[in-house]
């Protein structure tokens, strides 16, 4: 019995300290945005090989999670450049991300995206950082980003992005905006 006890002792240590180096268990609703997050986009090597199902997502590549399980920050740098501009009818990509109510930080370099930002990550009230750099992202930047009162960095550069940039954006609190490389039309605006 003492053995038996031991050995259930040592496993319960172990989820533990795991708990300890990875912090919370990533909540279901999160886990289930990145996901469908995955699923749309083109390029998915090995950026998302650890993005199992039935694994933790805090401990996924690119992705951190705050003390209580919910992700704070998306990283994911692709080692290719993705293709030429997506033909077609543009569509939305990542909607499912405006349910990550604890993002802070979302960075996507060379990643092949290939849709609009949607504007459901106006949503995203907790967001920092918004780099989408060299991803195909096509289509105009919608409104709703500017509701985003606590995002600092918004770089789109190197992207397809059509339309002119919303005059909102000179109004926001933007420590840098990166908008070259696109096609848009119109003036860009500028930050204090």
């Known amino acids: 019995m003492a053995a038996g006890l031991g050995a259930w002792a040592v496993v319960v240590f172990a989820t533990?300290?795991?708990?300890?180096?990875?912090?919370?268990n990533c909540k279901p609703v999160d886990s289930q945005a990145l996901k469908y997050f995955q699923l749309e986009i083109v390029f998915g090597g090995e950026e998302f090989k650890t993005w199992q199902d039935g694994t933790n997502c805090c401990t996924w590549d690119g992705v951190t999670c705050d003390g209580n399980g919910n992700v704070e920050s998306l990283n994911i740098i692709a080692r290719d450049v993705p293709?030429?501009?997506p033909q077609g009818d543009p569509y939305l990509v990542?909607?499912?991300?405006?349910?990550?109510?604890?993002?802070k930080n979302l960075t996507m370099l060379n990643v092949a995206y290939n849709g609009q930002i949607p504007p459901a990550w106006g949503g995203l009230a907790s967001l920092e950082v918004l780099n989408l750099d060299g991803c195909n992202v096509v289509g105009p930047i919608p409104e709703e980003l500017c509701r985003l009162g606590n995002l600092n960095t918004l770089i789109l550069k190197g992207n397809f992005i059509s339309g002119s940039a919303p005059d909102c954006l000179s109004t926001m609190a933007l420590s840098s905006l990166d908008l070259s490389g696109n096609q848009l039309s119109g003036p860009v605006p500028s930050i204090p």
């Open 16 to 24: 533990t300290l795991a708990t300890v180096a990875y912090g919370q």
């Open 83 to 85: 293709a030429a501009r």
């Open 94 to 103: 990542g909607t499912a991300l405006g349910d990550l109510v604890g993002l």
